[in-house]
């Protein structure tokens, strides 16, 4: 009885995955990688090591789209450098500002400082299609 209610909890959160197709735009070169966080906690937001799900892609032109599949759903958020360097490092100056461009899902632009996790969450219930656009 209990495998049979675990194998049908197995199949109902297979059923309800989805996938979150993310177009990058505004890649200045092809040097480096491109890194793509997706994130379902607000803790450890932006940070390489904390996502849910990653990617990290070789640059071959100025658009790149990458495909999360099987994501359950949720309330998730995206963040995105380009590591030109190749150093897995997000590099910024002395004064904390990044020197590699960045970006977030719902395009959300500070002066100062990143967006957040809330600003750039959004709810997926099916499959859906984000566009990142990196730099100012």
Request: glycine letters at 6%.
């Amino acid at each position: 009885m209990n495998k049979m209610i675990i194998s049908t909890l197995l199949l109902l959160s297979v059923l309800e995955a989805h996938d979150i197709s993310v177009t990058i735009t505004g890649i200045k070169n092809h040097t480096g990688k491109l890194y793509i966080g997706l994130y379902n906690k607000k803790s450890g937001f932006r940070e390489v090591d904390q996502t849910y799900k990653k990617f990290i892609v070789d640059i071959s032109s100025n658009k790149v789209t990458y495909i999360f599949d099987n994501v359950p759903t949720d309330i998730y958020a995206l963040s995105v450098f380009h590591d030109e360097n190749n150093n897995g490092i997000h590099d910024k100056n002395i004064l904390g500002i990044p020197t590699e461009d960045y970006g977030f899902s719902n395009n959300k632009k500070h002066l100062f400082g990143p967006a957040s996790f809330e600003e750039s969450s959004f709810q997926i219930e099916n499959n859906k299609n984000i566009t990142i656009t990196l730099g100012d």
